[in-house]
């Protein structure tokens, strides 16, 4: 229903639909970024971390064997870097995947909210085109006030 005043949609709404959301895999970019990806894909995996365990295992008899020292060395330096790394980068993977989810649900309420307004904005023109027209009409039919 056309009333004199076409509407147009924000051009937000088409910008938002081409992009899309913006996601973490988006700022892995060039040749740097991708061997940096692929690496962390590796590395951050509970079975990575199974074999870093098992290789720093392997040391902890000599580290027994040297005291003290030694021990308190090899749990902060080998058995605790080796492995917290691993599981570190686990936790922050799946936290990345939550943000990534919560991102896409973030940028379909706000699609969805750009279109509500859209079509707000475009009853609001035939509302106000209405009122004008009704307006006139008045002004037309009301009786002359003697001058």
Not at 110 to 136: M, S, V, W, Y
């Amino acid at each position: 229903m056309n009333h004199g005043h076409p509407h147009l949609p924000n051009p937000r709404i088409e910008e938002r639909r081409k992009a899309g959301p913006h996601v973490t895999g988006d700022e892995h970019i060039g040749f740097n970024g991708r061997l940096a990806l692929i690496i962390t894909k590796a590395v951050s995996t509970m079975w990575c971390a199974y074999l870093f365990a098992g290789i720093a295992l392997i040391s902890l008899p000599a580290a027994l064997t040297g005291g003290t020292a030694a021990i308190v060395s090899w749990v902060a330096q080998t058995f605790l870097q080796l492995v917290l790394l691993s599981v570190i980068m686990v936790g922050q993977k799946v936290a990345a995947q939550a943000s990534d989810k919560q991102s896409l649900q973030t940028y379909r309420d706000a699609e969805a909210l750009l279109k509500i307004q859209d079509e707000l904005h475009r009853l609001l023109k035939i509302n106000n085109h209405l009122t004008e027209e009704i307006h006139q009409l008045l002004v037309e039919k009301a009786p002359r006030q003697p001058e």
